[in-house]
């Protein structure tokens, strides 16, 4: 039975790095996993018992702007629907806000689509690793 849960009571940090890691979602480490989400408004965490299986986050400022991001699913919980049940509780979550916003990793756009995300034209990113952002495909330095 998975378990939901939208707040960060009895998270373990290091728990949640390694679900990005095995994502695969890269390497982002406790300490940094634990500020970002405890600045974030909204919060999703999926768990089977004790294992810790899915998460996602959305920045909000209540009103305006939602950006949804740091959606992982563990490999061995992935096509069962735990991506799209996070993305809809965090829309569901950011529903009153003029725009919602989601940042994805290249590839994932036609995932995302389906939910009602469209491309913007006039998005742009400043990386602290430009040369990975470029090579990745986050963004475009033409």
């Not at 300490?31 to 909204?42: D, G, I, V, Y």
């Not at 096509?79 to 799209?84: D, M, P, V």
Request: some cysteine; proline content about 4%.
């Amino acid at each position: 039975m998975l378990r939901w849960q939208n707040n960060l009571i009895g998270v373990d940090w290091n728990a949640l790095s390694e679900l990005y890691r095995i994502a695969p979602l890269g390497e982002k480490s406790p300490e940094s996993l634990k500020t970002r989400f405890s600045n974030s408004m909204f919060k999703c965490f999926v768990f089977d018992e004790e294992l810790l299986v899915g998460a996602g986050r959305a920045i909000a400022d209540g009103v305006d702007c939602s950006c949804i991001c740091d959606i992982a699913v563990h490999p061995g919980y992935q096509g069962r629907g735990l991506g799209t049940g996070i993305i809809d509780k965090l829309r569901e979550a950011t529903a009153g806000h003029r725009k919602i916003i989601l940042y994805a990793e290249p590839g994932k756009e036609r995932f995302y689509r389906k939910f009602g995300f469209l491309p913007m034209k006039t998005a742009m990113a400043i990386f602290q690793d430009r040369k990975r952002a470029i090579e990745t495909g986050l963004v475009d330095d033409s």
